[in-house]
């Protein structure tokens, strides 16, 4: 019986919230002449705090339209702001910076959706030795980390020496299929000085963010290493829950004018490679079982960052100036 009331109490105050904050929406309305989502993009300025604000709006609206406009296909999307202008009674002769901020948020809010649909279809396709576009872009890697020492055979103890499990691989691609290769290559082809250094230090780590002086001071006397392409594939995973759980939309609602893309979370990969690298010296752990620790650590840090409405993760990775005026 507790339990029944208990329900009934929270039902009725869900309904009794809901129906007091869309009372207070239409008096406000009525006393500013403007909907809400005018009121956002006129008082919000652009970026993952405007957005994030009209995709709440859009999603919470008693209007079925409205709900569904946050999923549109990209190609809809100019349709899709006419219609809420008419829906809304907004006149966009009178107010025409509103289609444009409308359409900026919704290019950001339907292309993160797609980028999460891209990036599973990744995860989700298994590695293929029988297949020779993988098996390029694993001989790809190699040489782009190790471009002074020639591949003696695909079966080779040598994948140890970037930090794959055994001799072939393709088993260690198990957990996050294509995408972690795609992320390893992506880092080692367009940022390869700061991979080879990544690598370089994940095995011989002592004094490689340090001078002797200040690894003494910090009592910094052990060092372990790791294995860079297995902390490449957790890094992966750790990039793509952020991703499906939406914490990145913070960041990539401030770095992409439009829609995020697939090369935006590959550069935002190559950020937590590096800065995972640095957080893992500075934390000095006594040996690699600790890893687990190390990187739940690194992604609760991670998850505050990104609770700032102003968080871009990326300092080079500013938005476009074309941002500024939408």
């Known amino acids: 019986m507790k339990h029944f009331l208990r329900m009934f109490v929270q039902v009725c105050l869900y309904f009794y919230c809901k129906c007091l904050w869309r009372c207070l929406k239409f008096v406000v309305r009525k006393l500013t002449g403007q909907c ?36 549109v296909h990209p190609d809809a999307i100019e349709k899709t702001i006419d219609d809420i202008m008419e829906l809304k009674r907004i006149n ?26 891209e990036v599973e279809k990744l995860r989700r396709e298994m590695y293929d030795s029988e297949n020779p576009q993988h098996e390029e872009m694993l001989l790809k890697l190699w040489k782009c980390l190790k471009p002074n020492s020639p591949l003696k055979a695909r079966i080779s103890k ?46 011989q780590p002592k004094y490689s963010q340090f001078s002797k002086a200040e690894w003494e001071k ?13 902390v490449g594939i957790n890094i992966t995973d750790l990039a793509y829950n952020l991703l499906v759980s939406g914490a990145l939309k913070t960041h990539f609602y401030n770095v992409a004018p439009e829609a995020p893309t697939l090369t935006h979370f590959q550069q935002t990969f190559c950020y937590l490679m590096h800065e995972f690298h640095k ?19 690194f992604h609760k840090r991670l998850l505050k960052q990104l609770q700032n409405p102003e968080m871009a993760l990326c300092p080079h990775f500013a938005a476009s100036e074309s941002l500024i005026n939408m």
């Open 36 to 71: 809400e989502l005018q009121r956002i993009c006129y008082n919000t300025k652009p970026g993952a705090a405007r957005t994030m604000k009209i995709e709440a709006s859009l999603k919470g609206s008693k209007s079925k339209r409205l709900q569904t406009s946050v999923s």
């Open 92 to 117: 966009p002769d009178i107010n025409p910076q509103l289609g444009v901020s409308l359409q900026a948020c919704l290019l950001q809010i339907v292309g993160y959706r797609n980028l999460i649909a």
């Open 158 to 203: 040598q994948w140890c020496e970037i930090g794959f499990q055994g001799d072939d691989p393709k088993t260690d691609f198990r957990g996050m299929g294509l995408l972690g290769l795609y992320n390893l290559v992506y880092f080692a082809e367009w940022d390869t000085e700061i991979a080879q250094q990544v690598l370089s230090d994940s095995l």
């Open 218 to 230: 910090k009592k910094l006397d052990k060092a372990i290493g790791y294995s860079f392409a297995i």
């Open 279 to 297: 957080f893992w010296i500075e934390e000095d752990p006594l040996d690699i079982m600790e890893f687990n620790r190390v990187r739940e650590k």
